[in-house]
């Protein structure tokens, strides 16, 4: 299995870089096994967990590249800022699709077809090798994704929804955002009228002849059908700096949406002491394979370690139990402590469990931040990603900086 550090993801940044312009440009749809994924960066599992920074790989490929010859590249990061600023602007849609599992969860897991799905038993040998590669590595190819959840849903007739579960259960980089709206996507939900169907020419181009799946796909869909999306709300907008009002005896609290504190205006705070909430916590956190969950929790014990040894102060994980804001008010009074700054975590799990510490006074005061990246960039993603892209694209290249830090901090 991958090592879930910053070390690591730093690493893989530098040997990714010559490959950023043209080769990734020419290269990133063919998939060609996990032996050799050269095409593309593999960065997703750390951009995920913010173990590196959008803007530090934005600004580490502007740096060796012109931006136009990088294009592709970036055009890539910023779907991801896009899908989260969708969300971040409609969170019913989130709670829809987590509704949606629960309802589509009854019955659909008992079924022979669902299982056979799971378990890589369809008869449908590119499908069946996918589930077994996402199973084993964690991992899987942007393309080859778009082509299984196509076949999950028109050839195998199986619910998105339980679809992208599916993927949150195995992928190291699982991404409430990117994955729930590219399954929708993909179903035809997310773009009126448009979705997307896997054919057995298209796999076998860019897989260059290692599955020739003739015969045994659907050569026809509708796309389904879904309510409306909900009006978009422009996300809160939480500040870039902290407030004076932090004053000195504060903790800082890490999630895994953001393993970086040592970045940004964090970075330059001296906080008492550094508090993270433990993964098994979280509420989807049965629902996570044992890889992923030993990639998550590795993950913020690299943060907690480096921040540590940043800050020079110690670390500690919260056990939330089942009255997680009276467990925190005790922590804070035990360290004397008043205040807590955090990096607000985007729509999805770890929010929901920071949301959690506070559903009631216990005396502790609240700093959420943004960084901004986010802040400057989600309010434009209220409508389609070609209108994102247009303003995303230009700031990013322009930033030099003003994301985050110029140059990658090692
Ligand atoms: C059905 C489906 C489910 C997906 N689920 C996830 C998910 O849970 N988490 C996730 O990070 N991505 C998801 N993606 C998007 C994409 O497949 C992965 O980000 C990409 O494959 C990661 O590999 P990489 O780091 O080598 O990407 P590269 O091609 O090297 O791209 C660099 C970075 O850009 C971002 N990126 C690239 N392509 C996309 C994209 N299409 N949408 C959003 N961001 C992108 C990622 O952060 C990625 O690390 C999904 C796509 C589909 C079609």
Redesign the pocket.
């Known amino acids: 299995m991958i090592e879930a550090t910053r070390a690591k993801g730093l690493a893989q940044l530098e040997e990714f870089l010559p490959r950023a312009a043209d080769y990734y440009q020419k290269n ?1 749809n063919y998939d060609l096994g996990p032996e050799d ?1 050269r095409g ?5 599992p750390y ?2 967990h913010r173990l590196i920074t959008e803007s530090e790989v934005a600004e580490a490929v502007i740096e060796q590249h012109r931006p136009k010859d990088a294009e592709s ?1 970036l055009q ?2 910023c ?2 800022t896009y ?1 989260k600023g969708w969300l971040e602007g409609r969170p019913l849609v989130y709670q829809a699709w987590r509704r949606l599992v629960k309802e589509d969860s009854r019955h659909w897991p008992q079924r022979e077809d669902f299982r056979k799905a799971v378990e890589g038993k369809t008869g449908i040998t590119c499908f069946d090798a996918w589930v077994e590669e996402l199973k084993a590595t964690g991992y899987l ?2 393309h080859t ?2 082509w ?2 196509s076949i999950w849903i028109f050839t195998l007739k199986l619910p998105w929804s339980l679809g992208a579960q599916f ?2 259960q195995h ?1 190291l ?3 409430v955002a ?2 729930t709206l ?2 929708r996507w ?1 179903a035809g939900l997310q773009t009126k009228g448009k979705h997307y169907l896997a054919t057995a020419k298209n796999i076998e181009k860019f897989t260059k002849g290692r599955f020739r799946p003739e015969g045994v796909l659907a050569e026809q869909a509708t796309a389904l059908n879904g309510p409306p999306h909900p009006p978009y709300k422009s996300p809160i907008s939480f500040p870039f700096q902290a407030s004076e009002q932090l004053g000195d005896k504060y903790a800082l609290l890490l999630t895994g949406d953001d393993l970086c504190p040592e970045i940004g205006v964090t970075g330059e705070m001296k906080p008492e002491r550094i508090l993270s909430l433990p993964v098994d916590a979280l509420q989807e956190a049965d629902e996570f394979s044992q890889k992923v969950l030993t990639f998550k929790k590795e993950a913020l014990a690299d943060a907690r370690h480096r921040a540590e040894a940043h800050f020079g102060c110690p670390s500690e994980q919260l056990e939330p139990g089942c009255d997680p804001a009276g467990a925190l008010g005790e922590w804070m009074k035990a360290g004397g402590l008043n205040a807590v700054i955090y990096y607000e975590p985007f729509i999805g799990p770890w929010k929901d469990l920071v949301g959690q510490l506070s559903t009631r006074d216990v005396g502790v005061k609240f700093f959420p931040l943004r960084r901004p990246w986010d802040g400057l960039l989600h309010p434009h993603a209220g409508k389609g990603y070609f209108h994102f892209k247009k303003y995303a694209l230009p700031q990013v290249v322009r930033a030099r900086g003003r994301f985050g830090p110029k140059k990658v901090v090692t």
């Open positions: 990133r994924r593309v960066s593999g960065l997703s951009i995920t590249f890539e990061v779907w991801r899908w190819h942007n994704r778009m299984f959840a993927f949150m992928l980089d699982g991404d990117s994955n590219s399954w993909v």
